[in-house]
């Protein structure tokens, strides 16, 4: 029997979604790969695509590629680019007309949340703001043992809660959730949980200032080779 195929978008060389082709011309998706998503799946793809024509969803997709757009610059050197992310973040919620923003933080990360909030503040915005730990429950409510306490086993530990965090911002009824710092797996469950749009300013990444692509870039040097190792 064959091999079930897969959507497989890292092996394409084909890039038939992104054709360089003049304006008037159509895309020619009998180029697209077997594992091509478009070929695996195209009634699902032109019904979800219809998801478009809903009044709010097109407004916030152009909003969003309109500020994809601004990112850019043509020069005569080539295309340039112009803005960090944390100046998109600024410039997106004003085209959004955001006026309340929700900061789900980690603690270990509060000296960026208040900067973060000095900025967002000076631009206009009222920030509501949660931090990771809030609800002071200890860790051994799910499970966690003292031996396993970052800490040691004499100290209490608070555990992480995205759920409250999702929660108090859900209830606040902020415009958009901006999650600065969460750890892998609670901000999954901050994502599970929040109700109002959301966006990420920045993920966890204890070792690289907050930047998991940097060990990314460094998988070819000796430095990180090892998360090239097969297992
Ligand atoms: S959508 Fe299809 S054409 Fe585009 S990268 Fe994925 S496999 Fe390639």
């Not at 079930?4 to 890039?15: D, F, I, N, R, S």
């Amino acid at each position: 029997m064959p091999e079930k195929l897969h959507p497989t978008c890292t092996k394409c060389a084909k890039l038939a979604c992104s054709p360089a082709i003049g304006i008037d011309a159509e895309p020619a998706f009998d180029e697209a790969p077997s594992f091509c998503p478009m070929a695996l799946f195209p009634d699902l793809v032109s019904d979800v695509v219809r998801e478009y024509d809903r009044p709010e969803v097109k407004e916030f997709a152009r909003l969003a590629s309109m500020q994809e757009f601004e990112c850019y610059e043509r020069t005569d050197q080539g295309i340039r680019t112009k803005f960090p992310r944390i100046e998109e973040l600024v410039q997106f919620a004003a085209k959004c007309g955001y006026k309340r923003l929700g900061l789900a933080f980690c603690l270990g990360l509060r000296r960026e949340a208040q900067m973060l909030t000095e900025i967002l503040e000076n631009k206009g915005f009222e920030i509501a703001s949660v931090c990771c730990k809030s609800g002071a429950v200890a860790k051994d409510r799910i499970g966690v043992t003292p031996d396993q306490h970052i800490g040691g086993p004499d100290s209490w530990e608070s555990m992480c809660n995205p759920i409250v965090q999702a929660e108090v911002l859900n209830t606040e009824g902020v415009d958009l959730a901006i999650m600065l710092g969460l750890c892998i797996g609670h901000d999954t469950l901050f994502i599970k949980y929040c109700r109002v749009p959301v966006t990420v300013l920045a993920v966890k990444d204890r070792v690289t200032g907050h930047n998991p692509l940097a060990a990314l870039y460094l998988s070819r040097s000796p430095y990180y080779r090892r998360l090239l190792a097969k297992e």
